[in-house]
């Protein structure tokens, strides 16, 4: 499992299944990344990759100093395209529920 923290919103991916495809799994209302613990286990033992992390004001996060202004729907979106972006992901799947589903 590698730990990235890009814009202290920390991220957890796990490649440990191989080169499969890559799959991001974002949480719902009022979960975090470690709500999809056993699902990103199971698919990494099928060779998917797995990528998840804490959004803005959730778990270990720092929360945003307006939420009027950092809490728009494309400040949220960059929090999840900017880690993919730095680890060159060109396809990814999306999983999600909740206000994840919003999101995504």
């Known amino acids: 499992m590698l730990s990235l923290s890009l814009s202290r919103l920390p991220m957890m991916e796990d490649h440990t299944g191989g080169e499969g495809p890559t799959i991001l799994f974002v949480h719902g209302f009022p979960e975090l990344w470690y709500s999809w613990r056993h699902q ?5 033992s ?3 990759g797995t990528v998840t992390r804490n959004l803005h004001g959730y778990g270990d996060t720092d929360a945003p100093p307006s939420a009027t202004i950092a809490y728009t729907i494309f400040h949220i979106v960059g929090d999840l395209v900017a880690p993919l972006d730095a680890l060159y992901f060109d396809l990814v799947f999306l999983v999600s529920y909740d206000w994840g589903v919003v999101i995504t």
């Open 40 to 44: 990103m286990l199971s698919l990494s």
């Open 46 to 48: 099928l060779d998917y």
